[in-house]
């Protein structure tokens, strides 16, 4: 996830404005959201597998990603059919497991991956620095832009000092296990992974200041609206209207 292997690519959705990835994807999102039949949600997964073959991605990557996303969803799914009401398909002791529950789980299960492609492949694959610059020219709230890009930046840094800290603990004998030891020690390291963290945002905070930051970054990326960009956007529209369609006929 720190690594972003998937903004690195030069296939055609690669190409296209990060600005209108981010827009189109919001917009997919509210609509795949919002679909009750399982048709159109069927429809919305074959356009979001569409939409991650023409990214290119490594399919390593895609398929570790959709396996944490799916192990998720089972354990959703399978609770479901016990808290729906309807008519029961079979009893598990005193609860009944409903064909309603059942048809909800699939719906569930069909747009929750639906949304999973469509931010793979349009969100997933542009850089963090390129999506707050996108953001900003988007007029997306300053402060949201800020804390993407710091993010972006020092969460290596975070995670390379927690992975620091635990192996300095296993070479001092700690060994995790499930017992009252185990919990304080993590405990006493995430506090003072609090601590240094603050304390390198306080210093790079101030180093910033010296240097003339004023609360906002510059924009450095270059972004030009082109006719394949509206082209794709009007295409993922026309899509999303085709759902619509086959929601309410």
Known sequence: MLDQPLACGHS???RIDPRVRLVTATGSAVCLALLHTREAAVAGLGMGAILLLLSCPPWRVIV???LAINAFLLFLCLLTPFSVAGVAAFHLGPLPATWEGFHFSL??????NALALFFLALVASIPVPTT???LQRLHCPAKLVFLLLFAG???HDVAEEWQTMLT????????ARTNA???RTLASLLGLLLLRGYERAHRVHEAMLLRG???RFACVTPFHARPHDAIFALALTLGMAALVWLEFR
């Open 213 to 215: 930051f004023r609360q």
């Open 168 to 175: 300095a603990a296993r070479l001092r004998g700690f060994r």
């Open 12 to 14: 055609l959705l690669h």
């Open 64 to 66: 570790r990603r959709l």
């Open 153 to 155: 930046r020092y969460i």
């Open 132 to 134: 707050g610059y996108a």
């Open 181 to 183: 030891h185990t919990y």
């Open 107 to 112: 719906l569930i299960w069909l747009k929750s």
